[in-house]
T-cell receptor, first 112, second 116 residues
Framework: EDKVVQSPLSLVVHEGDTVTLNCSYE??????LLWYKQEKKAPTFLFML????IEKKSGRLSSILDKKELFSILNITATQTGDSAVYLC????????????FGTGTRLQVTL | SAVISQKPSRDICQRGTSLTIQCQVD?????MFWYRQQPGQSLTLIAT???????TYESGFVIDKFPISRPNLTFSTLTVSNMSPEDSSIYLC????WGKGANEQYFGPGTRLTVT
């Protein structure tokens, strides 16, 4: 059974800080790892990672995958209060269903 | 990407009743998924809904409780039947879109269901 573990479970930082969120996984027949931001109900897609060592970047957010050590990190620099959310990591296998297995998420709170 | 809408956005229902949630996508997609997110929990896949075939349910979910329709490539419904308070959750539909050489998965805005 595929498994995703995220750490920390929650985090409180001050605006302007840099944070690193962790995601480790166990999956048979790995296809990709995805990061989402969930503020209210709907998770918003951030990144999809398929190859090791290639950083994906979008503004102040970046992410990288290590397929040998089976983990990924999501970095947020110069955090803002609008970054407060639950960040979800999910893995997708190569099965025909292409279903996602989610971690429990990291709840990030950015304070002034 | 894909633009996904869900109806209703929220509802409060009495136990024993059923609720049907609709999911509409702005483009044709082969694979649609229904997820549940119970309070304080992460997302759990209920079933995969492909057009033209029966939905495939994950362990712990059955068709009698969560019947799904997929009449075409842009629309699906999930019914939560004979509801109990344990069914109080956010229900999310999701679609798989081929983008930039790989499959990306996008979510609808969700339906927040409270069963009293």
């Amino acid at each position: 059974e595929d498994k995703v573990v995220q750490s920390p479970l929650s985090l409180v930082v001050h605006e302007g800080d840099t944070v690193t969120l962790n995601c480790s996984y166990e999956v048979t027949n790995f296809r990709s790892l995805l990061w989402y931001k969930q503020e209210k109900k709907a998770p918003t897609f951030l990144f999809m990672l398929t190859s090791s060592g290639i950083e994906k970047k979008s503004g102040r957010l970046s992410s990288i995958l290590d397929k040998k050590e089976l983990f990924s990190i999501l970095n947020i620099t110069a955090t803002q209060t609008g970054d407060s959310a639950v960040y979800l990591c999910a893995v997708q296998n190569t099965g025909t269903a292409s279903k996602l297995t989610f971690g429990t998420g990291t709840r990030l709170q950015v304070t002034l | 990407s894909a633009v996904i809408s869900q109806k209703p956005s929220r509802d409060i229902c009495q136990r024993g009743t059923s609720l049907t949630i609709q999911c509409q996508v702005d483009s044709q997609v082969t694979m649609m998924f229904w997820y549940r997110q119970q309070p304080g929990q992460s997302l759990t896949l209920i079933a995969t809904a492909n057009q033209g075939s029966e939905a495939t349910y994950e362990s712990g979910f059955v068709i009698d409780k969560f019947p799904i329709s997929r009449p075409n490539l842009t629309f699906s419904t999930l019914t939560v039947s004979n509801m109990s308070p344990e069914d109080s959750s956010i229900y999310l539909c999701s679609v798989l879109v081929w983008g930039k050489g790989a499959n990306e998965q996008y979510f609808g805005p969700g339906t927040r269901l409270t069963v009293t």
